[in-house]
């Protein structure tokens, strides 16, 4: 079992950048896939990135790809996803979630546990 809580959302202009944090609970941390998804208003939960076991191999979404950055601390049980030169459109509930595999995955489907969700916004 893995318990995830994302933290380091808020309010930030266009341009501007921020770091979400997602702390994990449990013993099987370094031995999951760990990725971000976000929702904005009104449409369906889309990926953002992911991360392998050791942090060797990331894998992004086109949208967010040269801005988003995502890294993992596996002594401090923490995953991380930078974003700098933030847009509006990047504004959503952003959740950390876990997989039990070895591959890394875009397919929200295939993660067994789930963060609560932290809010973006960014103003133009």
């Known amino acids: 079992q893995v318990h995830l809580v994302e933290s380091g959302g808020g309010l930030v202009q266009a341009g501007g950048s921020l770091r979400l944090s997602c702390a994990a609970s449990?013993?099987?941390?370094?031995?999951?896939?760990m990725g971000w998804f976000r929702q904005a208003p009104g449409k369906e939960r889309e990926f953002v990135a992911a991360?392998?076991?050791?942090?060797?191999?990331?894998y992004y979404a086109d949208s967010v790809k040269g801005r988003f950055t995502i890294s993992r601390d596996n002594a401090k049980n923490t995953v991380y996803l930078q974003m700098n030169s933030l847009k509006p459109e990047d504004t959503a509930v952003y959740y950390c979630?876990?997989?039990?595999?070895?591959?890394?995955?875009?397919?929200?489907?295939?993660?067994?546990?789930w963060g609560q969700g932290t809010q973006v916004t960014v103003s133009s």
């Open positions: 991360i392998s076991w050791t942090g060797g191999r990331t």
């Open positions: 449990g013993r099987a941390f370094s031995t999951h896939i």
């Open positions: 979630a876990a997989h039990r595999g070895i591959a890394t995955t875009s397919r929200e489907d295939e993660y067994d546990y």
